[in-house]
């Protein structure tokens, strides 16, 4: 590794968002120090990166203390499970993950004197009351729901870094992250763009949780890892939201993938998971305004490139 580049750890380095976010950093000119226990990573994302001077990757649990030597300029902590399917069914984690691992995190950016950037999540505002959500609104979470361990492990992380940043001084971030989507999702995750994606690609009948009439608003990787980027570089330590405001229903989001992927497929209903939000949509007004971002890639050009990658996989292996 050369020793004149600023350094970047990323926890969840391995992950979807981990591994787009190491791929720029490096691209930037820093050094990067992945940090990943694969839990829900998968060591394939990184597999190029592997091959660069500047790139390590350390398999390491976040929730256990990390130590490591020379100088660190930013911490991006992004380990946690991320999809409803993967947080419901590794709860302790998630929550331990959102504590420990951040507390880990900030014990390490300070000890460093580098800058944590949390990944946070539009989840802490839970089934909204205020639409769309500016950074102001609290958040409308049932704590004790299925998805109250996502929920609240992140609400706790923004609590747990505004501490350490009031307390201690160090130099915080926190972007809260809305729904996104692009290649090296994992086609198995359960959220809606691969399991959409995959159900078309497969001839199968898309699975429309509810009646599809609840809302989201879906952002292309590299639109927003440029808009973390800019925030890692700013002076803000309120929270910023990260996402694309395009809203739609859910079935509207099916009836676009079917005609995207020119595969005819029927539509079957499912019951609405519990606790799922009606509605999501970012205010970006703080993001334009402080770090100048907005996103450019629009939904048609993302899901043709998330499309495509998923055409590969599916040539490689199958589903
Ligand atoms: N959804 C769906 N069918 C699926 C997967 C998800 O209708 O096969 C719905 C889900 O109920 C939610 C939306 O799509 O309303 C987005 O779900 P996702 O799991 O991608 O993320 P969330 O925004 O809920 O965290």
Request: charged share 20%; glycine share 8%; aromatic share 8%.
């Amino acid at each position: 590794m050369t020793n004149n580049k600023l350094t970047s750890v990323v926890t969840g380095g391995a992950g979807f968002l981990g591994s787009h976010l190491c791929d720029f950093l490096v691209a930037q000119g820093h050094r990067v120090v992945c940090v990943d226990n694969l839990l829900t990573g998968n060591i394939e994302n990184i597999a190029r990166l592997r091959q660069c001077a500047d790139f390590e990757f350390l398999e390491h649990d976040i929730t256990h203390h990390l130590d490591l030597p020379g100088p660190v300029r930013f911490i991006f902590h992004f380990a946690s499970p991320a999809s409803p399917i993967d947080y419901l069914r590794l709860p302790i984690q998630t929550l331990k993950v959102g504590a420990l691992g951040t507390h880990n995190a900030l014990g390490l950016a300070r000890a460093k004197g580098a800058t944590l950037l949390l990944a946070s999540t539009s989840e802490v505002y839970g089934d909204p009351l205020v639409h769309p959500q500016p950074e102001s609104y609290w958040g409308n979470v049932n704590p004790i729901g299925p998805r109250g361990v996502y929920d609240e492990a992140k609400r706790f992380a923004e609590a747990i870094t505004m501490a350490y940043h009031r307390s201690h001084g160090v130099s915080t971030r926190i972007v809260r992250i809305f729904n996104t989507y692009g290649p090296r999702m994992r086609h198995n995750d359960g959220r809606v763009v691969p399991a959409f994606i995959k159900q078309a690609l497969s001839g199968r009948p898309l699975t429309v949780f509810g009646d599809g009439s609840q809302t989201r608003s879906f952002c292309y990787v590299d639109d927003l890892i440029r808009g973390i980027y800019a925030l890692a570089l700013s002076d803000m330590s309120d929270p910023v939201n990260i996402g694309n405001p395009r809203e739609m229903s859910v079935l509207e989001f099916a009836t676009k993938i079917i005609q995207l992927t020119g595969c005819a497929t029927p539509i079957r209903y499912e019951p609405l998971p519990v606790d799922d939000p009606r509605v999501r949509q970012p205010d970006i007004t703080r993001a334009r305004e402080l770090l100048h971002w907005s996103p450019q890639v629009d939904l048609e050009e993302g899901l043709g490139r998330t499309i495509d990658y998923f055409r590969q996989v599916f040539d490689g292996n199958g589903f």
